[in-house]
T-cell receptor, first 117, second 112 residues
């Protein structure tokens, strides 16, 4: 298994540009999520999905969109990049138990380092 | 407010010593707690997951304990090695909350 893969590894954007961060997993996990990691603030949840066709907002969803058309893929879209979105973005997945709650180990991708100028 | 705290932010220990990393959380109503390792510029690797009904989990030289009533978890590393140098993150899934709440981590350096 490749686990959780993310592309690109690095990206530089100008303010106002849009882009999509890709995330894929080959473990047939129902639950997928996106986090951003900023110095001194830990990881914060942006959006999550409990299965194909179902997404919901996390702690810091503004400026980001997600979709989940397949079990494997969970792309994160930046609609109009802002310097405040400069961060490292991590995608994670896990099995989910009853009511879509992630009960098992969370597997993280290697991250995408995004800089917005 | 549901928060997770890890103190100290950084720790240096001579090789071979046993050590304990601390994690505290503000609400005892948790679903599970997970310890991660993060190497510089890399993603997070799950080390141990403790469900709320468990008191501890072990994997090799690592042992994680959970005391919900006091809001504390510890990660014990036996016979430390230079390869253990990394940032260790604690994450809690509180009941009624979809997200994992992360601490800001302890950066561990093992001195050869």
């Amino acid at each position: 298994n490749a686990g959780v893969t993310q592309t690109p590894k690095f990206q530089v954007l100008k303010t106002g540009q849009s882009m999509t961060l890709q995330c894929a997993q080959d473990m047939n996990h129902e639950y997928m999520s996106w986090y951003r990691q900023d110095p001194g603030m830990g990881l914060r949840l942006i959006h999550y999905s409990v299965g194909a066709g179902i997404t919901d907002q996390g702690e810091v969803p503004n400026g980001y969109n997600v979709s989940r058309s397949t079990t494997e893929d969970f792309p994160l879209r930046l609609l109009s990049a802002a310097p405040s979105q400069t961060s490292v973005y991590f995608c994670a997945s896990s099995y989910s138990g009853l009511a879509g709650k992630p009960t098992d180990t969370q597997y993280f991708g290697p991250g995408t380092r995004l800089t917005v100028l | 407010k549901q928060e997770v705290t890890q103190i100290p932010a950084a720790l240096s220990v001579p090789e071979g010593e046993n050590l304990v990393l601390n994690c505290s959380f503000t609400d005892s109503a948790i679903y599970n707690l997970q310890w991660f390792r993060q190497d510089p510029g890399k993603g997070l690797t799950s080390l141990l997951l403790i469900q709320s009904s468990q008191r501890e989990q072990t994997s090799g030289r690592l042992n994680a304990s959970l005391d919900k009533s006091s809001g504390r978890s510890t990660l014990y590393i036996a016979a430390s090695q230079p390869g253990d140098s990394a940032t260790y993150l604690c994450a809690v899934k509180f009941l009624g909350n979809e997200k994992l709440t992360f601490g800001t981590g302890t950066r561990l350096t093992i001195i050869p």
